[in-house]
């Protein structure tokens, strides 16, 4: 009932162009480089101000589930403070990034209503669902470049790692855009070709560029094959990291973004920068990027 | 019959040990968070040190030896400004020699007093990995005694945490290996 | 005639007795005078303090005066008063004495303490993570290293009880955590356990965090 109730407020925020909307501002925060370089704005930040910033994306997980205080001392998982859930109500509006959410409150408090209701959500670090999104500068065939590595937090052995999940290059989806379906249609190799041993193959090397064409219906391509293959190829080479922010997929029928604010001010640090409704079966199609 | 409940008693004890391994409890985990913390204050300390004209060659000397103990042999430091996105690389004592050889007349060092440790997450080889983030701001001064440079920065600090075990005196002490790795410092133009 | 004469002889002689009786009788009277005013000078000085006796010697005179045995109403009443005064006195002084004594026990006690290797350790910690100068540090690192059997005696220091045991920091050695302290200026532990060999020299350190 509640969460229909969000589903139809957001909805009318978002009003009917809720997928093309997602898609486009995912994509998008790929394509923009970093908001600001990641360092402390200026010298005459006050102590209060340091204490108020998400410092840590560890922070924004602990803050998010309250479980430290506002200093950030760590509470006893046996103390009525830990995870109290009218103290991570009341503070939950400082992961906000306030410059978007400040004039957005109904979103940001459907949000915090959701997730601090009986049936509560808390976030963990080994939870899954959530990725780093590493925009980096690397040099292509001698020219810089801006490229995106998807890693994820992956269990292995006693702990756990980050792993790389996917790749997103322009260049690479140069190689392989999203063709006419009546361009498509015209390439197959017919099936008696093999009576003919296969004679009429040279085909799908005649144009490089619609070959996958030829290629079974599973067929996917995969971007961090490409990239492997051109780093030990040597046509890829990293030059250094321009700005991390965090997709985290992991809250109930929520889906927000992570970025780092680097502004001297008590809504400073780890925010959210984005935030949206998203039903889990929805869910699927989302993560089929982040984890292949 | 014997032989099946021996070797489920064993199976269980090592059950047991290992569960023991993995679930240190919110106090212990909180003395190894201030004993991390210890590492990272004793590291400002010695960078203080370092970094200070008054200190004799020989003594910030023994001070980098001393700093350099508390990190892991391949520790690395980097280093990026407001300028560029590029990060610098150094080791621990090429950065705090670089720190002592410092063209000032006069260097004033000093650590806000907010220091962030975060929780501590195993690696695949059971060693526990956290970052302390701290901040601090450096002040060089020319002859004249005007202000040259100055800026913040911001310091994550890996701590790696391993339970050891060391024989001495006849007896076996468990002991918490706390280590510095990898220090992350956003450096900021002065203003 | 002989009765007559034994008779005056008799008399006479109880003339002579009488009178030596009555000399004797003079003198004793005026003893007890002179003791009753001595006794009545003695006894109004000591209750005025008047006097330059130590209490001991007031209290022998008193004494003597009680044996005296005067029966002399105004004697008994200053006796009465003075004995009052001299219990206080005598009071107060063994209280005083009691409170030198100990004070003499305690500063013994105390002086035998510092020179118990462990309050010996934990002053010179501190004087070395308080120290001024490097050079001041430097020389009460070197006399706290004639404690030991060597400078690489080991310093386990204890960083948690919880749990009902011990768990520890890394280990290090006596001249490293003296210089760790001078560094550092910073005495954040305190000695819980030390191990002597049989010259008194210390061979193990354990410490606790404050």
Known sequence: ?292 | MKKILAMLAIVLFVGNVMAQEEEISFERKQAIDSLALEKVRDLSKYIKIVGSKETAWSEANRVIDRAEELFMSNAEIGVSSVASNNIKYYKVRPYLEHLMRLNYDRVEIEWYNIEYVSDLQRQPDGTYVGVITIFQTFRGYDKEGNLAYKDTTKKDITVYVKRKETQIGGRMIGFWDVLLGDMRVKETANK | MLVLLAAFITLGGTTSCKSKKKLAKEAAEAEYKAKVSEAVRDLTAILNDETVWTLEEKENRVQTIKDWNLKNAEVDDLLFQVEKKLARERAQANQKAEEERRAAEEAAKAAEAARQPKNVLEKNFASIASSTSTTQANRIINETLTLFASNNVPVLIIISQAGGFNDYDRPTTIEDYLNYLKDQKVNRNSVYNLKLNDDGKITEVELIKK
Do not use: C
């Open chain 1, 1 to 292: 009932m509640r969460r229909q109730k969000i589903e139809d407020r957001s909805k009318k925020i978002r009003g009917g162009w809720f997928s093309t909307l997602l898609v486009l501002v995912l994509l998008l925060s790929f394509g923009t480089m970093p908001v600001s370089a990641q360092s402390i704005g200026d010298v005459q930040m006050d102590e209060a101000n340091l204490y108020a910033m998400t410092k840590q994306m560890g922070q924004f997980i602990r803050r998010f589930n309250y479980e430290e205080d506002q200093f950030g001392n760590k509470i006893n998982p046996k103390d009525p403070a830990y995870r109290n859930k009218q103290k991570r109500q009341q503070s939950m509006s400082i992961l906000f990034d306030q410059e978007t959410y400040g004039n957005q409150p109904d979103l940001q408090q459907y949000f915090i209503e959701d997730v601090t209701a009986n049936d509560s959500t808390y976030m963990t670090f080994l939870g899954g669902r959530w990725y780093s999104e590493v925009s980096a500068t690397f040099k292509y065939n001698g020219k810089e470049v801006n490229l995106i590595m998807i890693l994820g937090v992956e269990k292995e052995g006693l702990g756990s790692k980050w792993v790389l999940n996917n790749i997103y290059f322009s260049e690479f989806n140069k190689l392989f855009p999203t063709g006419d379906l009546t361009e498509k249609e015209k390439h197959f190799l017919h099936p008696m070709s093999h009576e003919l041993d296969f004679m009429n193959i040279y085909k799908i090397f005649k144009e490089p560029e619609v070959a996958e064409y030829y290629a079974s219906r599973s067929f996917e391509p995969n971007y961090l094959t490409l990239f492997f293959y051109e780093i030990k190829k040597g046509h890829l080479v990293f030059q250094h990291v321009d700005s991390v922010k965090f997709h985290v997929f992991q809250i109930k029928d929520w889906y927000f973004e992570v970025s780092w604010f680097n502004r001297n001010s008590s809504n400073a640090g780890w925010l959210i920068s984005n935030l949206i409704y998203i039903p889990e079966k929805d869910k699927k199609d989302l993560l089929k990027f982040y984890e292949p």
